[in-house]
């Protein structure tokens, strides 16, 4: 169906109907008036981030289908929000749709939204439809809290800290790589069949990333409090790079120990790149980057998907990987997805 | 300077290092971290909105200026959260660029984001810059609190509640009438000078619309607390009747009544427009419409730039304008600036 027969105003409202009830008890007005209305649990403070993601940048709607991009929007804001240790509570959300999208592509943008709020227990307290003269835009903002004082920054990592990093990394970028390969190789026949088999993980992590509220809870259950902590957004190495910026410290972690899934180094060795590149500068990883001190060494290590990958040094050495073969370099390098 | 020569990153550090230092108490972490922390003040409660702004859609750079853009972004913002008695106190702003901007375009349209947030004493929290493949892209968010159970909502007007709204209407969309009409009739010329003489005043409304924080203390000093309101976006039609709707009610409002100045009238008829319905229609005034108990009609009275306009009635008796002939007809009009 065309979004003109039912307008801006009746496509928020056919999105609103199929949206379940708010499940936050601070969620006190939602998508009903002017603004939403919400509170942060007794004690707690209020963490807010948006997001932006535009076609033709963040997403190419050829290899990327809509209700994926609906769930990595929510994803995308959510994992900021447990980058600093808090818990998503709510999420407004501004779509913008130029002529060629149907309500019926909204309605599948919308189940993966649909899917994201459900899994990391956020209401969607916020919605604009609007038109776009170019493609889609969406922009996202995601609202959590945090108990008094405990929000995790990135400015707090101290010398001798361990570093950490949750799951794997580099996947999401080789997952991207194999999608732009698979969308250069089509040939516009019918009988085209891309070539996924034995790379659903490094897909499903493009297409389907989950932020680590997991290892969050995790994290709290065992009373492992990280001195520092960020998501991973641009790439293990920039990440690192701000966080060791922000803290005012220095960095070495060891090659051998990077988490890099073996579909990860297969795609990266069909392409010829070096796994350890992409596991620092993919990006999209959606992982935990934090630091803890010396004496949890033993806690983290029991908790499973943690990888321990170096330690916190004196701002003065620098940020520097060490490699399998013992040789050290400089980290500099920015991710491969940087916009600039 | 182009964008690409300082990237991404160093854009964002650039416009940050220019932002004044963050005023509101609640704001605890601003610009910092993956998230920015904030609290409402004591016994209040939190409120949030979202606002999407694209290139063509909803200004076109060839007669709005970036300065006044970024002003209006914040604008329009804020005053959804103002249209809920809310105090405005924290912003979040994407803004997504194509490569025909450069970095003094976007210290431009700072200058207006900046002008803004000093003016409605709110606080950019976060802020991400993100390239763009076509145009310009704001996403803007705007967090504010208000009093426990002190939110005002479109959904408690009661019958024979007194329909008010503040400034006038239809203005801004009479400047916009006149910034399009001037781009048609620019002739390429470096003689050509646009017609504005007398008309500024609807041009500042189209350009630097000011959400009425003024109206909401004025009001919330005299202790007058209006049974329902709404900010007026869609047209003043279209924003009485999802009040009406919301609250179960019908009204009556009179076209003696709708304020309406000067400019607009002349500027209406210069296009053969009649000057009531682009009062009723035009949109995007950014002025307040609420309902007040009969008892509170002389004290509204006195406050300055608050006009009466009509009355809540039975909803059987639906919306209707009763007009200066004394005739009665249905409001069911859509605001001009509806994106279909």
Chains 1, 2 share one sequence.
Do not use: W
């Not at 227990?121 to 004082?149: K, Q």
Request: with cysteine; aromatic share 6%; net charge negative.
């Amino acid at each position: 169906m065309e979004i003109s027969k039912i307008g801006s105003f009746g496509l928020r409202d056919h999105i609103v109907a199929a949206l379940e009830p708010a499940k936050q008890e601070g969620t006190l007005l939602s998508l009903v008036d002017d603004a939403a209305l919400f509170i942060a649990p007794q004690g707690e403070q209020n963490l807010v981030v948006n997001r932006l993601l535009l076609e033709g940048i963040h997403f190419d709607l050829v290899y990327f289908p809509l209700q994926y991009l609906g769930f990595k929007a929510i994803t995308s804001a959510v994992a900021e929000i447990i980058g600093m240790g808090g818990t998503p509570r709510q999420a407004t959300l501004c779509v913008g749709l130029s002529r060629r999208f149907q309500v019926e592509d909204v309605d599948i943008l919308m189940l993966g939204v649909k899917d994201a709020l459900a899994l990391y227990g956020v209401d969607l307290v916020n919605l604009e439809v609007t038109s776009s003269y170019t493609g889609l835009t969406v922009a996202v903002t995601c609202i959590g809290s945090v108990a008094e004082g405990e929000a995790l920054r990135k400015s707090t990592a101290k010398k001798n800290d361990l570093i950490c990093v949750t799951g794997n990394v580099g996947a999401a970028y080789m997952g991207l790589q194999l999608l732009i390969r698979e969308k250069v190789a089509y040939d516009g026949t019918e009988e085209f069949q891309p070539k996924f088999d034995g790379r659903e993980y490094i897909l499903s992590r493009q297409m389907k990333p989950i932020a680590r509220l997991d290892i969050l809870r995790q994290l709290q259950a065992e009373g492992v409090r990280p001195s520092a902590m960020t998501n991973i957004t641009d790439g293990l190495a920039s990440d690192l790079m701000q966080l060791c910026h922000a803290s005012g410290v220095g960095a070495r972690i060891y090659e051998q120990r990077l988490p890099i899934d073996h579909e990860t180094v297969g795609m990266a060795e069909d392409f010829s790149l070096s796994p350890t590149l992409v596991a620092l500068n993919g990006g999209e990883d959606y992982e935990l980057l934090f630091t803890v001190p010396l004496g949890l060494k033993d806690i983290v290590e029991s908790i499973e998907d943690i990888r321990q990958i170096g330690f916190i040094t004196d701002q003065e050495d620098g940020i520097r990987l060490v490699s399998s073969g013992g040789s050290e370099t400089s980290i500099t390098a920015q991710g491969f997805n940087r916009e600039e």
